[in-house]
């Protein structure tokens, strides 16, 4: 982007994820939602992040990703 | 001290229908306020058999005639009456009790009294409770069953009552035969219940009779008074809560009378105006009850009550913009319970007693914000609402027929038409007169319908065996929806000794309402939700057996029970799904058909007279829950499993004036869950630097196992005095308490805490109320 001219520039990236990857940033979104305990709440009950290790944790996963950058005036 | 009066034997005449049988009947009340005493003993003193009055105060025995009886009353804290009679008709007695300056202080050994059956029921005397350590000045009716085993607190401060592995959604909280949906005031730290305007209390947490129905775990029924029949009186009290008032006394001597009780929180009179002042801002919190009552005995065989319960918490926030005079917003949110209801008790003969009751109950949510930016030609003007209900309007009669001196049948039936409104979000935009945003989401209303029939059977089989049967039919029906269920009860009593009784129950709850309890808006939001196709209502089978005995002539009794209990289709929120904040459908939001199994001994050694009163109590109990989609499918304690739970009660009078009293509380600590291992998560969102996507690592913590550490056990004493006196006017009494004398730092919950520089995570744990003194001072003229 670039805010001296009249002219910016998009970025349209598309990622094609692997069935993995949407399932942890799925259960990412849940996750990251249950903030601290509160004082009325007390602590939220737990979340566990989507995992596909075994004897581990975490995930392994891939994506493609498509870019394109499309520059655009107000003219 | 024993107050013994012989009344001149009526109608000794007639002597030759010597085998028949008459009937005795009548009220017993209080000798001095005309208040009814409910559960009183009606025995003959020679063989101990006899009756309880009801919770109208109404008895009904039955005698042989022409012989000579001694027939004893008696109650806790009030003196006992004999009568000498001998009759040959049926007659109505009254009896009025005159209250004892000490709790039962002697009870001289008069008779073979039996004791009544007991299983499974708590009887709290309002007295006590009022004896009782206070909590920032509060007399806790809630706070006080939570020192009975089998029953127990949650968090800490929190008035809700935990009942043999239930939770507070899991009790029918009954005022005056109308459910209560919320109990709570200031988020649960004091109960709405106002104990200047209560005459009993009774919890039951096993052997259900089949008159009550609706809930899983137990049945709490509360009279509220109905007012002094004599004269008038007022009591009021001011503490550093809150202050009440209560007015009470008779329209017409004997025959009406009123009372009025109103109570209200008294901060935010002092922080309204003080905020305002600081910050140009208002933020403010309140709440208030008021207890309204009529009363009329239209004869000796009719009585007519008229009541009313309304209390509500409500909180306001004013914000005005310091650097924009035209920008004001308004945040209010107000909830809480009304309850209405009209009684009429009828004495059809002296052998069947009916009460019909029109009840209406409601609880609602809402929450209303407002902000309003003036900038000349175009205004800006939202508002955002969100609400949710429930309201019952119900209609029953119960009725109680005494046919013959072993048995006593209580039968009836009724409904309940119930409106759910679970919620609804609404948004309203305009700006310089245009609509710009009018929507309304939320879940649908939801109408329902809970009709019950009851028989119970309680009868007395030989000398030793008192059996209780009964069943309880209810049908619930809504929109191409209809469960119905026959509920078996049955207790058995066997009575050995004149001071030993053993128990045995067996009984089945259906509830067809469910609870979700949500909250990160810092004010807990109850949403009731009906039974649907997809989330049937909860079951829940007990199984119990008691045993109690008496020692030195009642001064002392121990008991001991043992419950275990199943409940089935039980619900719980889908981990980390906000219902508000969701566009789904609540029962697409919740795991259903849980399991939960309850079991445990309760043991109580209570003294129940002397200068010196009150009870060791102790539970073992372990409570789990089960849900196919939660923790693998394998139980896993429930947040209030408590393995070990004491309470150590005592109170002694050191005067007539002067009463102290001491309670010490232990429990096992509350389940939670702690994680096991932590690493770091990759967040992406959605920020570039320099033309690459962000990227942020997270600490992310790996579970395993719902609920699997506990939290360090909580134990807390608490003590308390009431210094009386006497003055031209009435009485007065001081009540200095002090809440956690020795300033325990109890959990009230953990957290993980990450500290970004080092990297490190360590477990906190966040206490609520240290040492905490207070006062009251309350009079009574």
């Not at chain 2, 008895?59 to 005639?65: A, K, V």
């Not at chain 2, 002397?610 to 139980?635: C, V």
Request: glycine share 8%.
């Amino acid at each position: 982007m670039n805010n001296q001219s009249d002219e910016y520039e998009l970025i349209v990236e598309l990622n094609s994820v692997s069935e993995n990857y949407y399932n942890y940033k799925k259960q990412l979104g849940v996750y990251l939602n249950k903030e601290d305990g509160d004082i009325f709440e007390g602590i939220p009950d737990p979340v566990n992040l989507f995992s596909n290790i075994e004897n581990g944790y975490g995930i392994f996963a891939g994506y493609l990703s498509d870019r394109i950058i499309l520059n655009i005036s107000d003219k | 001290m024993r107050l013994a009066i012989t009344v001149a034997i009526l109608s000794v005449w007639c002597s030759f229908l010597s085998a028949q049988k008459v009937t005795v009947s009548g009220h017993i009340t209080d000798s001095e306020t005309g208040e009814v005493l409910i559960g009183a003993h009606i025995y003959d003193t020679e063989s101990g058999s006899g009756t309880a009055s009801n919770e109208y105060g109404y008895y009904s025995i039955s005698l042989l005639s022409n012989r000579v009886y001694n027939l004893g009353c008696s109650f806790l804290g009030y003196n006992d009456t004999v009568i000498v009679l001998s009759i040959s008709d049926d007659v109505i007695l009254n009896f009025s009790l005159k209250p004892g300056i000490e709790i039962g202080e002697v009870k001289v050994n008069a008779s073979a009294y039996k004791q009544p059956e007991k299983h499974g029921t708590i009887n709290l005397p309002v007295i006590q409770v009022k004896q009782l350590p206070s909590f920032g000045g509060e007399f806790d009716l809630m706070k006080s069953l939570q020192l009975m085993p089998g029953v127990q607190s949650g968090s800490e401060g929190n008035s809700g009552l935990y009942v043999r592995g239930g939770g507070p959604d899991q009790n029918l909280v009954l005022l005056d035969d109308v459910p209560l949906y919320y109990v709570n005031h200031l988020a649960g730290f004091i109960s709405t219940f106002n104990a200047d305007a209560i005459n009993n209390i009774n919890l039951i947490k096993g052997g259900f009779p089949a008159r009550y129905g609706g809930r899983l775990s137990s049945i709490l029924d509360i009279r509220m008074k109905d007012g002094n029949m004599k004269e008038l009186h007022s009591s009021g009290s001011i503490g550093i809560v809150s202050s009440k008032i209560t007015v009470e006394g008779p329209i017409k001597k004997d025959t009406s009378s009123f009372i009025l009780s109103a109570r209200r929180f008294m901060y935010d009179l002092i922080t309204m105006p003080v905020t305002k002042l600081a910050e140009d801002n208002v933020i403010g919190y309140t709440f208030y009850d008021l207890n309204a009552k009529l009363n009329h005995k239209f004869s000796d065989k009719d009585r007519m009550f008229l009541s009313w319960y309304s209390g509500d918490d409500s909180s306001l926030a004013i914000y005005n913009d310091p650097g924009d005079d035209n920008d004001r917003s308004k945040v209010r949110i107000k909830w809480g319970n009304m309850v209405a209801a009209y009684r009429w008790n009828h004495i059809y003969n002296q052998k069947l007693f009916s009460n019909l009751s029109l009840s209406y109950s409601r609880f609602r949510f809402n929450t209303r914000a407002t902000d309003i930016q003036d900038t000349g030609d175009s205004e800006y003007n939202y508002t955002g609402q969100f609400r949710s209900a429930i309201s019952d309007l119900g209609a029953k009669i119960d009725f109680s027929y005494y046919p013959g001196p072993n048995q006593s049948i209580s039968f009836g039936g009724g409904t309940l038409h119930h409106t759910f409104n679970p919620w609804t979000n609404s948004y309203y935009i305009t700006e310089g007169g245009n609509v710009i945003l009018d929507t309304l989401t939320g879940s649908n209303d939801f109408y329902a319908w809970e009709h019950f029939l009851y028989l119970d059977d309680k009868i007395n089989i030989g000398r030793f065996l008192n059996i209780n049967m009964g069943i309880r039919g209810s049908w619930y029906t809504s929109d191409k929806l209809n469960y119905k269920r026959f509920d078996p009860r049955i207790t058995l009593n066997l009575t050995p000794g004149e001071k030993t009784q053993v128990s045995a129950s067996y009984t089945e709850m259906q509830q067809y309402v469910h609870l979700l309890s949500y909250s990160n808006v810092g004010i807990p939001i109850d949403l009731w939700m009906p039974a649907t196709k997809s989330v049937p209502p909860s079951l829940a089978r007990q199984l119990s057996f008691g045993y109690t005995r008496q020692l030195k002539n009642g001064e002392y009794d121990i008991s001991l029970e043992y419950y275990n209990k199943r409940m089935n289709n039980l619900i719980e929120y889908k981990p980390g799904v906000s219902i508000i904040e969701s566009t789904e459908d609540w029962q697409e939001l919740i795991e259903k058909g849980g399991k939960g199994r309850s079991y445990g001994f309760e043991l109580m050694f209570r003294k129940n007279s002397g200068r010196t009163t009150g009870w060791i109590g102790y539970t073992w109990s372990k409570t789990t829950h089960q849900f196919a989609n939660l923790n693998n499918g394998e139980p896993y304690p429930y947040k209030f499993d408590r393995r070990h739970d004491i309470s150590l009660v005592f109170m002694h009078k050191l005067s007539d004036d002067i009463d102290i009293s001491a309670t010490w509380v232990y429990g096992t600590g509350n389940a939670f869950s702690l994680p096991v291992g932590k690493y770091n998560a990759i967040i992406d969102d959605g920020q570039y630097w320099e033309g690459e996507p962000e990227r942020i690592f997270y600490p992310a913590y790996q579970y395993e196992g719902k609920n699997n550490y506990r939290m360090r056990s909580y134990h807390r004493l608490d003590i308390g005095a009431n210094f009386r006196k006497e003055t031209r006017l009435g009485e007065r009494t001081w009540n200095i308490s002090i809440f956690n004398l020795y300033n325990r730092k109890n959990p009230y919950f953990y957290y993980m805490d990450y500290n970004w520089f080092s990297g490190k995570t360590t477990l906190k744990q966040k206490s609520l109320f240290p040492f905490m003194p207070s006062v009251s001072y309350s009079f009574k003229f």
